[in-house]
């Protein structure tokens, strides 16, 4: 097996799919993209298809997640994008499943190297 | 709860059954977070290791797993449990001729992703329900001690949910806050400041080693905070807000070494284990029970924590003429120690009381390495009475049948979040004062019988031994 022999694909180098899971927290993450410092209320305006309180739990949600801030202003709060912490987190998980499989075609090398020279050292 | 899911994929020029072949074989580095494992098998427990990468600290983690389904050559679904919880599903098909596509996709809970938001540097505290009384856990989800941490978590939560499920305990329904002390003590007094600080604790459970908690002690003694020391530990400074469950070293070994010198006929003991406080102090007990039973300690000696080449110790032990061993090597440590004494060929002439074996940890020694070892501990999963059979059924219809074991070290920190409640209940306060003075005298009877907290240095409970044998620990007498 020659050593270039491992071949990369389109999906690998595009890093595809670092997607949130969820529609809805992806649509209000557009939404909290598109303005700034949005409330809750104007989120939910944006996001007619869930109530209030549903825009609540789903900001907190993204708020763990790092992927949004927050800060106080009087009776509201005010939510923007945190692109820095969140986009590093994923970066570093991204990178880990790319070293992961990296990792597995330098193991796969390893391998056959070893099984050629056994082979020699039988002949 | 929710998630985020990444994947990627990757064509290897080999086929499918040599890509799913090299899986869980690499003890340096392999495929899947560098996975090792003895067997790939639904239920098998895996080792990771885990490049952090400079911006998260540059270092290589250790994490457990567990495997949850395989189909030979197709597909492996792994849970992880530590560092941070979610889960790798990797499917391999065939591409072409003589190649595979491989495709890896990671579910990333929310909380996993503060984890790493956090360890980043950055503040990821969810201010959560402003009406719940927040209590705290501070537990090793990384470093040598995550390896027994992975129930902690679920156990705690399991009994909020029952705490609250009586309805509000004077006023206030319970509140879960998590720190991880990475099995440091700088790291475990950061993290107790920002329970404290930032999610308005003033209660803490910790099943931390005690390197940790004396780190942290006089922290929580200046924050007026209530501190609740949950696992086994060597004892120390008590009062002032600050309460010691845990089962003593003493308690431990008083039952457990002339049993062993019995069955064995043994004489000649060495006490080999981290260089921290709890082995020495442990080891200063056991020496003196060896010697009141007749038998002479052969040799002593101490490794730091994370070390995991045990060559020199082995041959010192073999050298030694020991017959018994008691260790006090912890979690990642205790699994390397066993498994390399197994290797060495020292069980055929040694047998071993390990003080931190609990079940999380005897499942990463495996079932050839662990044959000869002991553990006695107030605890056991396999306890046979009713009480602990509907706990352990509890347990495992909230995180599933490959969830990580229920061992002493975590479930004492079911027992403590219960009796720290009841207390409250009793004082009508959450103040921790009025909870600590209603803590002494405190009962609850749980999973491992009744606990009575005698004072803040002291539960009483009982004590069992446990032998390793295929499959995990078998409870083989009460010995006290």
């Known amino acids: 097996m020659s050593t270039n022999a491992v071949k990369t694909s389109s999906a690998e180098q595009s890093l595809a799919l670092d997607a949130l899971a969820d529609p809805t927290r992806r649509e209000i993450l557009q939404v909290v993209a598109a303005g700034e410092d949005t409330t809750v209320g104007e989120i939910a305006e944006r996001v007619p298809a869930v109530g209030r309180t549903a825009v609540s739990s789903h900001l907190r949600v993204l708020r763990v997640a790092g992927l949004v801030t927050d800060r106080r202003d009087g009776r509201f709060r005010r939510y923007s994008v945190n692109t820095r912490a969140a986009a590093e987190v994923m970066e570093f998980l991204s990178d880990l499943l790319r070293i992961s499989l990296a990792d597995l075609s330098t193991a796969d090398r390893r391998e056959s190297d070893s099984k050629s020279n056994g082979q020699r050292r039988t002949r | ?480």
Request: glycine share 12%; proline share 5%.
């Open chain 2, 1 to 480: 709860m929710g998630s985020v899911v990444l994947a990627d994929d990757q064509v290897i020029d080999a086929p499918p059954s040599e890509v799913f072949g090299l899986f869980g074989r690499s003890r340096e580095r392999g495929w899947l977070f560098g996975a090792t494992c003895d067997e790939v098998r639904p239920g098998s427990v895996i080792r990771l290791l885990i490049p952090m990468g400079n911006r998260f600290g540059g270092e290589v983690l250790e994490g457990t797993g567990r495997i949850v389904a395989v189909e030979p050559n197709r597909r492996i679904v792994l849970n992880q449990e530590t560092p941070w919880r979610g889960t790798l599903t990797c499917t391999i098909r065939p591409e072409g001729k003589a190649q595979s596509r491989v495709r890896v996709v990671a579910e990333v809970p929310e909380d996993a992703l503060a984890w790493l938001l956090r360890r980043g540097g950055g503040d990821a505290t969810d201010p959560g329900d402003p009406e719940a009384w927040p209590v705290g856990l501070l537990v090793s989800q990384s470093g040598p001690a995550s390896v027994f941490a992975g129930a902690s978590v679920e156990l705690a939560r399991l009994a909020i949910d029952e705490v609250n499920a009586d309805g509000r305990v004077a006023g206030r329904y319970l509140r879960l806050e998590v720190g991880d002390d990475g099995t440091d003590p700088k790291r475990g007094a950061a993290e107790l400041r920002r329970l404290v600080e930032r999610c308005d604790c003033r209660v803490v459970i910790t099943n931390v080693i005690s390197s940790t908690f004396s780190a942290i002690a006089r922290i929580a003694e200046r924050a007026g905070v209530l501190l609740i020391y949950s696992p086994v530990n060597e004892g120390g400074p008590c009062g002032q807000g600050l309460f010691r469950f845990g089962e003593r070293p003493l308690n431990q070994l008083r039952g457990s070494i002339p049993r062993l010198m019995r069955a064995t006929g043994g004489r000649r003991w060495y006490l080999a284990g981290n260089n921290y406080c709890w082995p020495k102090t442990t080891n200063r007990s056991a020496r003196r029970i060896i010697e009141r039973s007749g038998g002479t300690v052969v040799g002593t000696r101490y490794e730091a924590l994370g070390r995991r080449q045990f060559e020199p110790l082995l041959e010192d032990i073999a050298q030694s003429g020991a017959e018994l061993i008691v260790s006090t090597f912890i979690g990642g440590d205790e699994v390397e120690f066993e498994r390399q004494c197994y290797e060495y060929g020292l069980r055929d002439r040694c047998q071993t009381i390990a003080l931190a074996l609990d079940e999380a940890t005897r499942d990463h020694v495996g079932d050839a390495a662990g044959a000869g070892l002991w553990s006695p501990f107030g605890y056991f999963e396999q306890l046979a009475t009713s009480a602990n059979r509907q706990f352990i059924e509890r347990y495992r219809s909230r995180v599933g049948p490959c969830a990580p074991p229920v061992s002493s070290l975590s479930e004492s920190v079911y027992e403590a979040v219960h009796l720290h409640a009841l207390a409250a209940r009793k004082a009508h306060s959450w103040e921790p004062d009025a909870v600590g003075r209603a803590l002494e005298g405190g009962v609850f009877d749980g999973p491992r019988g009744r606990v009575a907290v005698r004072d803040p240095s002291m539960v009483d409970q009982g004590m069992f031994l446990a032998r390793s044998v295929v499959g995990g620990l078998k409870v083989h007498d009460q010995i006290a």
